[in-house]
């Protein structure tokens, strides 16, 4: 099968399927050894439709695709954290074998990278060379601002410059910055964001900010680099109903002082 053919049935680019091959997932031929012009690759149909049907035997819905929940396209795991070569192929292995199955499908991407897994389990296929992953493995800033905290990459940003995250040397995946998921969960179990804690209220996040500068309640203030705007705020869950109730009180006084 030649490169153009293979890469349409699996959807993958001209390079990325090359690195897929070179990872002993596709049997390949190529070269002047192989009386092949430079450049040229012609990869084994049988090995390219057999991750073409270990995909597609899974009847797995058509579904709604938003990059902030708990499913992650294979496309942009690649981007994110997997790579596209021997974390790809660890993930296309696994597929094959039945270790690994799918969740869903989008038409956002073609071919094999539409497919939809539950994050956490790409995240375990995340190359990290020379250093030892613990099991909860890790999560790039998108991931644990979003999906774990309910805020905006940059505040994590925020949280490793002040070392209320850690940021281990060597772990970092293609373009993805990553933080150990186990210290973002612990993170997300002792406080909440104010902007977060805010919508829950029905309240404006200046409205909530105003109350919390005014009463003079303890605060975490995260400084968000490079940005010009004022710092992130998170409070401990402990205080969370105290807080919101009082905050309710406070605003509906000067809604009614207001009118």
């Not at 539950?118 to 060379?129: G, I, M, N, T």
């Not at 490079?226 to 009082?246: D, G, M, N």
């Given at each position: 099968?030649?490169?153009?053919?293979?890469?349409?049935?699996?959807?993958?680019?001209?390079?990325?399927?090359?690195?897929?091959?070179?990872?002993?997932?596709?049997?390949y031929a190529q070269g002047p050894e192989r009386n092949l012009p430079i450049g040229v690759f012609f990869f084994l149909r049988e090995d390219v439709m057999k991750m073409k049907h270990a995909f597609e035997k899974h009847a797995v819905p058509l579904m709604a695709y938003s990059e902030t929940g708990e499913l992650i396209a294979l496309r942009h795991a690649m981007k994110n954290y997997l790579g596209r070569d021997s974390g790809l192929a660890a993930v296309t292995k696994a597929v094959v074998d039945g270790t690994l199955t799918p969740v869903g499908y989008t038409k956002r991407f073609?071919?094999?990278?539409?497919?939809?897994?539950?994050?956490?389990?790409?995240?375990?296929?995340?190359?990290?060379?020379d250093v030892k992953a613990p099991p909860e493995g890790f999560l790039n800033y998108r991931e644990a601002a979003s999906i774990r905290i309910g805020v905006k990459a940059p505040v994590i940003r925020g949280m490793v410059a002040q070392d209320l995250l850690s940021a281990p040397a060597g772990y970092r995946a293609g373009v993805s910055k990553l933080v150990p998921a186990a210290e973002v969960q612990q993170f997300a179990g002792r406080y909440v964001a104010a902007t977060v804690l805010a919508k829950r209220l029905n309240l404006s996040s200046w409205s909530f900010t105003r109350y919390l500068k005014e009463s003079?309640?303890?605060?975490?203030?995260?400084?968000?680099?490079?940005?010009?705007?004022?710092?992130?705020?998170?409070?401990?869950?402990?205080?969370?109903?105290?807080?919101?109730?009082?905050?309710?009180?406070?605003?509906?006084?000067?809604?009614?002082?207001?009118?």
């Open positions: 099968m030649s490169r153009p053919e293979a890469k349409r049935v699996l959807g993958l680019t001209n390079c990325t399927i090359v690195k897929v091959a070179a990872a002993g997932i596709i049997r073609r071919g094999i990278t539409g497919y939809l897994f539950l994050a956490d389990d790409l995240r375990k296929y995340r190359p990290v060379p003079g309640k303890p605060a975490l203030a995260v400084p968000i680099p490079q940005e010009r705007r004022r710092p992130a705020c998170f409070l401990l869950k402990t205080f969370v109903a105290h807080y919101s109730s009082e905050a309710l009180r406070r605003c509906k006084t000067r809604r009614s002082s207001a009118n």
